[in-house]
């Protein structure tokens, strides 16, 4: 009874964040870059709020690590949405963007092992057939990313590494936390496919504006689910 209590709690916080995440999509394109950004910002802090409501039911090092994997990828957030507002070093900001990402899902994997019931080869063979499945998806495409093609190669074994460890998690105990946490790493997985292919695809107005509003509800998907999984452990 307790948990169902606690559970219904976190439900205002959840709706909210898919509010403000609504708003921002419906006026992404619609108001000035600024005011997009301040509504970026406020959303993106609703995930890490959540994460801090299911940290009073939760303790030990795996709140401690999505915790910070939140916060890396909120920082992330507000250096990626500098881009509209300081075009003049885009490039710059997408960098340090990327390698806040980059931290963020070291904070994830090793917050993901933790679950792991699993040797840790079985993990390193995953990333790495998932890996190559993107690069070469990445290499057969005619997306150019010029000097940030390694950059992105780059990227792409953390984020290769959190589809592996949760699904293999799954895979081995069936269990609410890695069913949530897989379901978030794909969620990630698309949204910065996604992501990779707004900045570098070089496609027209209409599709991008598609692409964007998908881009950001699995973007937020993901970081709602990887925050509520701390209520769970």
Known sequence: MMEAVRWKNMI?????????????????????AKVVFAL?????LGFILLGLYALKHSDGKYPALVISGLVAGFTGDVVLGLRRIDAKR????????????????????AAFLLLSSHRIYMDV??????????????????????????LNCAYVLPLSFLVAVT??????????????????ALTFAVSDILLYLLYFGGMG?????KLKSFNIATYYLAQTLFAASIYYL
Request: glycine share 8%.
């Open 125 to 150: 063979l995953g990333t790495a057939g998932i890996s190559a499945v993107f690069i070469i998806a990445m290499n057969l495409s005619d997306v150019k990313c010029g000097k940030l093609k390694y």
């Open 12 to 32: 205002p916080i959840i709706l909210l964040v898919g509010l403000l995440a609504i708003t921002y999509i419906l006026l992404y394109y619609k108001i000035d």
């Open 205 to 209: 107005e209409s599709l991008s504006r």
């Open 90 to 109: 885009k490039t710059k900001y997408f960098i340090a963007g990327i390698a806040l990402f980059f931290t963020g899902h070291f904070f994830y994997a």
């Open 167 to 184: 699904g293999l998690n799954l895979i081995f105990d069936h269990n609410r936390i890695n069913a949530i946490l897989f379901s978030g």
């Open 40 to 44: 970026k910002v406020v959303t993106s």
